[in-house]
Each structure stands twice: as structure tokens, then as C-alpha cells.
């Protein structure tokens, strides 16, 4: 509760210029990943700069190292103070306020990479999945005129479909 109340008070008086996140395991006997709070008054705007720096590093036995291109990366982008591809983000006083005046990097650098679609095998299953509609429907029409209901096969198929493409828009 203190931290937030601190945390929040910092941020409203443009007290936190950036947030550096490190790799883990660059401290001895450390493994967790750091993250370096940059102060400074009167940043009257009020933005701060979320740098991911966690992917920074060469692996070195047991622990990972920072080589000056890693160093240099980020002290440019800390310089620039500009927008970096799944690297960094300058957020607005307004954007971390939306946020909860949350601070945690990945909320404002996104270092996610898109899923590769395989879309042969997509088409592949959509194809099975439609196969086994007009097989369904093929045994369901039968039953239903076998109880009396009359069915207009076209409607009923188009119905089906209806519901189907409902389904999936769940």
C-alpha cells in the first residue's frame, strides 16, 4: 500500500524519467532480472520512457554479461527518448494513469513475436470441419422427416450454417 501511494505521488510530481528493465543474472549470485528506477526533477511532461532491456546480454558461464553494444543500445535509446520496436516506449502521464500508475515494463513494451500460421493446415481443417457439417446434416435431415417435421433442406442448411458461423463468433 506505501509502495503504490509512493509510487504514485512520484509519478504525479514528474519524478520518474525512465524504467530501465536489465537481464537476469547480470549481478553476482543474482538471478532475477533487475530493473533500474531514473529519477529526475522537473519533467514537466510528465512521460516516462520504459526501456526492455532484458534480451541485452551474452551468456557467459554462469552469469550473463552486458557488452558495450548492449550498453550502447541503451544509452541511445535513453538519449533519443523515442519509441523502439519491442525494445521501448515513451508512455504519457495519461497512459500510465489509465494503467493504474502500474510501472511493470511488459504492460507498456510489447516483445511478443506473431504465431506463424501454417495456412495449408488451416484450410485442411476447415475443410474436415465442413465435411463433417454436411455429414451431420446428411443424418439429422432424415431423423427430422422421420418425425414428422418438414424440412426445407436449403433453409434448413442455410440455418445451420447461420448458427455455425454464431459459434465461432464466440
Do not use: W
Not at 532484458?54 to 550502447?72: G, Q, T
Request: proline letters at 3%; charged letters at 30%.
Amino acid at each position: 500500500m506505501l509502495k503504490s501511494i509512493i509510487r504514485k505521488h512520484l509519478l504525479e510530481n514528474g519524478s520518474i524519467y525512465a524504467v530501465i528493465g536489465l537481464p537476469a543474472g547480470i549481478f553476482f549470485n543474482t538471478g532475477i532480472p533487475t530493473c533500474v528506477v531514473i529519477l529526475k526533477k522537473n519533467n514537466t511532461d510528465r512521460s516516462i520512457l520504459f526501456i526492455d532491456a532484458s534480451k541485452e546480454f551474452r551468456k557467459e558461464k554462469a552469469r550473463n554479461c552486458m557488452d558495450a553494444e548492449h550498453i550502447d543500445k541503451i544509452v541511445n535509446t535513453y538519449m533519443e527518448r523515442k519509441d523502439v520496436d519491442k525494445f521501448a516506449h515513451l508512455a504519457s502521464f495519461e497512459e500510465i494513469k489509465k494503467n493504474d500508475f502500474n510501472l511493470n515494463i511488459p504492460r507498456y513494451v510489447d516483445t511478443s513475436e506473431p504465431e506463424e500460421v501454417d495456412l495449408s493446415a488451416v484450410s485442411a481443417q476447415i475443410a474436415e470441419l465442413d465435411m463433417e457439417i454436411k455429414k451431420g446434416m446428411d443424418e439429422l435431415l432424415p431423423l427430422a422427416q422421420d418425425m414428422g417435421v418438414t424440412v426445407d433442406e436449403e433453409a434448413s442448411r442455410k440455418m445451420l450454417a447461420d448458427v455455425v458461423k454464431m459459434l465461432q463468433g464466440v
